[in-house]
């Protein structure tokens, strides 16, 4: 049976007949949710669900509720095409839905449950999509992106490590760190295929020329030596006096991740925003490497936050956002352009990087951190009134 075969013959709900659907939907809604929630506890207008340390709870529900629901609906659509095996739709999907929604329930009631029923419950959902990804990816003898499947078994450890760390310190500060490294490698990884894939489709169509550079020797390059600037950075908390030497990695990684960007024609792209947002997200990288070096050089934790927030809303946010829109569009029937309202989406979320930024540099001014989560709060919530129709809804006939 082929694949849009098994998806047509699911009869019921159209938010189950595809893995981007449930996990776009209710991931965006949970972002929003989620930063709504802690913009409200900074002004002191709320209290944060359950008794997990602040901190850490702002990190676990955005690195293990929101990216993870992303990284699950597109892997969800993408791997079918990958390895040639059937999609998991229909009641499976529901499951998968459940045991995320498990997690959301269990974080909020984090003040009743055990230490260890809480970490299983909210383990289950990333612990079930690492098997399922698994297995398509082995037995569809997909080994090319078995690199795929390694990045969620980090993920995973990094969760595990998360709830350890929290128990003995109540802090996060290495397992944060690992989680967001690997969502980094993964958007290396995937957005190094699909941004000048992408790109070279527009061009070919709309403005014929200079085309991206094929993925080498050079590309190969780049994303090692950041996956070792990475775990340089991952360690500095407790390895100060490693500080000149990842800066060093980190800087040579903000010109090899800059000049990766430059190869792939971004100036021949400006008329679509669609592709144009996959371009700007992935620029977040370098600048993110450029400011990371400058912490770790000067050993200001301002220019560390700053960096952390820039790969976490600029890379890692922007992309999923990009990815979002496109795969909804694509896979809904509608054409692959952005109008002015998804166009809207990306500069709120460009908006909030930038702003958490200046915050980072400027911690007493509480209006521009309001201001960064009020506008992370609208992208999201935005591309739930604006997409989640598309999402609930059948496909348009071709």
């Keep these: 049976m082929a694949t849009m075969d098994r998806v047509r013959n699911w009869t019921g709900p159209a938010l189950f007949s595809y893995g981007f659907r449930p996990f776009f939907f209710f991931g965006a809604l949970y972002a929003a949710l989620a930063i709504m929630i802690w913009t409200l506890w900074l002004d002191g207008l709320a209290a944060l669900p359950g008794t997990f340390p602040p901190l850490a709870w702002h990190a676990h529900e955005l690195l293990f509720g929101y990216a993870i629901a992303v990284v699950a609906g597109f892997l969800l659509t993408a791997v079918p095409n990958w390895t040639g095996r059937l999609p998991v739709v229909g009641w499976p999907l529901v499951g998968l839905l459940c045991l995320w929604l498990a997690g959301r329930g269990a974080m909020a009631l984090a003040g009743t449950l055990h230490p260890l029923a809480?970490?299983?419950?909210?383990?289950?959902?990333?612990?079930?999509?690492?098997?399922?990804?698994?297995?398509?990816?082995?037995?569809?003898?997909n080994i090319r992106n078995i690199k795929v499947v390694a990045v969620l078994a980090v993920l995973c450890l990094a969760q595990v490590g998360l709830h350890v760390e929290v128990s003995r310190t109540g802090a996060s500060a290495f397992s944060a760190r690992l989680a967001l490294a690997a969502y980094l490698m993964l958007v290396m990884i995937v957005g190094g295929r699909i941004v000048p894939s992408f790109t070279t489709n527009w061009i070919k169509r709309a403005n014929p020329g200079r085309t991206p550079a094929p993925f080498n020797g050079f590309d190969k390059t780049a994303m090692s030596l950041a996956g070792v600037a990475l775990a340089c950075w991952i360690v500095l908390p407790a390895l100060a006096a490693a500080s000149p030497l990842a800066g060093v990695l980190l800087a040579l990684s903000a010109v090899l991740q800059a000049a990766r960007v430059a190869r792939w024609a971004p100036d021949r792209v400006w008329a679509e925003k669609l592709v144009v947002v996959l371009h700007v997200a992935y620029a977040f990288i370098p600048l993110g490497f450029a400011v990371a070096a400058a912490g770790a050089l000067m050993r200001d934790a301002a220019f560390d936050i700053a960096a952390i927030h820039l790969w976490a809303i600029g890379a890692v946010g922007l992309m999923t956002l990009a990815v979002m829109t496109r795969?909804?569009?694509?896979?809904?029937?509608?054409?692959?352009v952005a109008p002015p309202s998804t166009s809207a989406l990306y500069v709120l979320l460009a908006l909030a990087a930038i702003a958490r930024l200046i915050a980072a540099f400027a911690p007493h001014n509480a209006i521009v951190l309001t201001i960064a989560g009020i506008a992370w709060t609208l992208a999201f919530a935005g591309f739930a009134a604006l997409y989640g129709p598309m999402c609930l809804a059948r496909r348009r006939p071709d």
């Design 118 to 141: 809480l970490a299983l419950l909210t383990l289950a959902f990333p612990l079930a999509l690492l098997g399922l990804i698994a297995r398509e990816v082995i037995a569809g003898r």
């Design 327 to 336: 795969a909804t569009r694509g896979h809904t029937g509608r054409a692959l």
